[in-house]
T-cell receptor, first 111, second 118 residues
Framework: TQLLEQSPQFLSIQEGENLTVYCNSS?????LQWYRQEPGEGPVLLVT?????EVKKLKRLTFQFGDARKDSSLHITAAQPGDTGLYLC???????????FGSGTRLLVRP | GAVVSQHPSWVICKSGTSVKIECRSL??????MFWYRQFPKQSLMLMAT?????????EQGVEKDKFLINHASLTLSTLTVTSAHPEDSSFYIC??????????????FGPGTRLLVL
C-alpha cells in the first residue's frame, strides 16, 4: 500500500512568516493534488501537478512536484490568518482513479 | 465550474435507523464518484468508489451491506448508512472525478455531511 507522509503535522506561526509543508512517498505518482480544508467543510482543490520538477504558483503559494514524482512541497510566503486550515496532499497511482491522501498538516497563522 | 453538492449537510438520527446522503455533480458529468469518511482532526479515508451504472467497489474493511452505494446517473451518487449506530457518527465527504489530461486525476469534493447517531 502506498503511503503519503506529510510533515509537519502541526504548525503554528505568526502572521508574515514563511512556511513549507512536505509530502513524501517511496512510490511514483502520476499526479499530485494539494487541497485545503476548513472545519466542517469539504477539501478545496488548490493545485494539481503532473510533470516531474513542475512548479506552480497561486498568489503566495508555491507548489513543487519532485523530479521523480515521489514528493511535493507547498511553500507559503508571508502567511496570513486566512491561510489557517488543514492542508492535504493526495496522489494518484499510475493507472488508478483513486487518490491516496496524506495525513494532513494543520496550519494556524496567528495575527 | 466543477461544483459538487451534498445533501443533507448534517443529520441526527436514532440508533437503528437508516440515513441516505446524496452527492451531486452540478455542472459536469461524473462517471466515477468517491465516498470518504473523516474522523476529527484526521485525514480522509476512502470508503468506496462509486461507478455509474455498476456496482460500487469497497475498500478493505468497509462493510458493503452497511454502506449501500447507488450511482444511478452521471450526476448523482447516494450513500445509505443502514441500521446506523453511534460508531457510524462521522463526517462523510463525497468527491467526483473530473477528467482532464490523461493521467491527471482531479477530484472535486462536496461540502460534507456530518452524521450524528444517538
Amino acid at each position: 500500500t502506498q503511503l503519503l507522509e506529510q510533515s509537519p503535522q502541526f504548525l503554528s506561526i505568526q502572521e508574515g512568516e514563511n512556511l513549507t509543508v512536505y509530502c513524501n512517498s517511496s512510490s511514483v505518482f502520476s499526479s499530485l493534488q494539494w487541497y485545503r480544508q476548513e472545519p466542517g467543510e469539504g477539501p478545496v482543490l488548490l493545485v494539481t501537478v503532473v510533470t516531474g520538477g513542475e512548479v506552480k504558483k497561486l498568489k503566495r503559494l508555491t507548489f513543487q512536484f519532485g523530479d521523480a514524482r515521489k514528493d511535493s512541497s507547498l511553500h507559503i510566503t508571508a502567511a496570513q490568518p486566512g491561510d489557517t486550515g488543514l492542508y492535504l496532499c493526495a496522489g494518484a497511482n499510475p493507472g488508478s482513479y483513486k487518490l491516496i491522501f496524506g495525513s494532513g498538516t494543520r496550519l494556524l497563522v496567528r495575527p | 465550474g466543477a461544483v459538487v453538492s451534498q445533501h443533507p449537510s448534517w443529520v441526527i438520527c436514532k440508533s437503528g435507523t437508516s440515513v441516505k446522503i446524496e452527492c451531486r455533480s452540478l455542472d459536469f458529468q461524473a462517471t466515477t464518484m468517491f465516498w470518504y469518511r473523516q474522523f476529527p482532526k484526521q485525514s480522509l479515508m476512502l470508503m468506496a468508489t462509486s461507478n455509474e451504472g455498476s456496482k460500487a467497489t469497497y475498500e478493505q474493511g468497509v462493510e458493503k451491506d452497511k454502506f449501500l452505494i447507488n450511482h444511478a446517473s452521471l450526476t448523482l451518487s447516494t450513500l445509505t448508512v443502514t441500521s446506523a449506530h453511534p460508531e457510524d457518527s462521522s463526517f462523510y465527504i463525497c468527491s467526483a472525478r473530473a477528467n482532464g489530461v490523461a493521467g491527471q486525476e482531479t477530484q472535486y469534493f462536496g461540502p460534507g455531511t456530518r452524521l450524528l447517531v444517538l
